[in-house]
């Protein structure tokens, strides 16, 4: 990396630690797992044995949390879109996808509307099952 480069990278290292800092700080920080959210293996083990509602109802809690949390970084991302339109960087040139750009950004804001999407769907169909269970 050059020297410029390195620079800036950690100029906006520091700036995100700083926010992310102050996030925790606030009480409001999506970095933690979001209120029913379950471990990657207990979703795992839950979705190949459920089969109460209340399994399902617990996944459908789960993947509710999951859409949250992208739906926030989408926010992040977008945000930070309209920071780097603002003021763009030589990178900007240089290199469209780099970590320092709008694009970067703006592909991981929909990349992140998309998973929430996803984990909405995820949401309702565990909810259908968990209605479809009580019968």
Same mark, same amino acid.
């Given at each position: &990396?050059?020297?410029?480069?390195?620079?800036? #990278?950690?100029?906006?290292?520091?700036?995100?630690? #700083?926010?992310?800092? %102050?996030?925790?700080?606030?009480?409001?920080?999506?970095?933690?797992?979001?209120?029913?959210?379950?471990?990657?293996?207990?979703? !795992?083990?839950? %979705?190949?044995? *459920?089969?109460?509602?209340?399994?399902?109802?617990?996944?459908?809690?789960? #993947?509710?949390? &999951?859409?949250? !949390? =992208?739906?926030?970084?989408?926010?992040? =991302?977008?945000?930070?879109?309209?920071? $780097?339109?603002?003021?763009?960087? %030589?990178?900007? %040139?240089?290199?469209? &996808?780099?970590?320092?750009?709008?694009? =970067?950004?703006? $592909? #991981? *804001?929909? =990349?992140?509307?998309? *998973?929430?999407?996803?984990?909405?769907?995820?949401? *309702?169909?565990?909810?259908? &099952?968990?209605?479809?269970?009580? !019968?």
């Amino acid at each position: &990396m050059r020297r410029s480069n390195t620079r800036c #990278f950690r100029t906006l290292a520091s700036s995100l630690l #700083f926010g992310l800092l %102050v996030t925790l700080a606030s009480g409001t920080a999506t970095a933690v797992e979001p209120k029913g959210a379950m471990k990657p293996k207990e979703v !795992k083990a839950l %979705v190949a044995n *459920a089969t109460t509602p209340a399994d399902h109802m617990k996944l459908a809690r789960h #993947f509710s949390a &999951m859409a949250a !949390k =992208h739906d926030a970084e989408a926010v992040e =991302h977008e945000a930070l879109v309209n920071e $780097y339109t603002r003021r763009p960087t %030589v990178s900007s %040139v240089k290199r469209p &996808m780099a970590p320092d750009t709008a694009e =970067h950004c703006k $592909y #991981f *804001a929909e =990349h992140c509307r998309n *998973a929430a999407k996803e984990m909405r769907a995820m949401a *309702a169909a565990h909810e259908a &099952m968990a209605k479809e269970a009580e !019968k």
